[in-house]
């Protein structure tokens, strides 16, 4: 008994590379064992399945996810910084500058670009 294959991708990027791999494993492959499989955690050690999230087109998933043809897994690599603390960290100097209103966060003074 032959068990159908399915075409996937497996993507992961650094700031300077990208690496595409197109993979046909056995349908019914999680996600866990196509990243397995592929070889991409030799070709990067600081791939750790325990620590980097995983996502199929742009949604997160669990490595148990089953894939279906077409898929293309992304493994991600940990924020650098959290992005509610860079804008928290950005509407705190607009208003120490006075770009912004503390209440609303809007401009102090709408009328203050306009040329008379």
């Known amino acids: 008994m032959s068990v159908e294959q ?3 991708e497996l993507v992961y990027a650094l700031p300077n590379q990208q690496t595409l791999m197109s993979l046909h494993v056995d349908d019914g492959t999680s996600v866990e064992q196509a990243i397995v499989e592929s070889g991409i955690c030799q070709q990067y050690k600081e791939i750790d399945l325990a620590v980097n999230k995983v996502g199929i ?3 997160a998933v669990k490595l148990g996810q089953k894939l279906q043809d ?3 897994i992304e493994i991600y690599r ?4 959290d992005p509610k603390e860079v804008r928290k960290r950005r509407a705190a100097k607009a ?3 006075g770009r912004a209103d503390k209440v609303t966060g809007g401009r102090v003074n709408p009328q ?3 040329k008379e």
């Open 57 to 59: 087109w742009n949604k």
């Open 95 to 97: 208003k120490e500058e």
């Open 6 to 8: 399915i075409m996937i």
């Open 70 to 72: 077409g898929d293309r």
């Open 78 to 81: 940990p924020l650098i910084a």
């Open 112 to 114: 203050r670009n306009i």
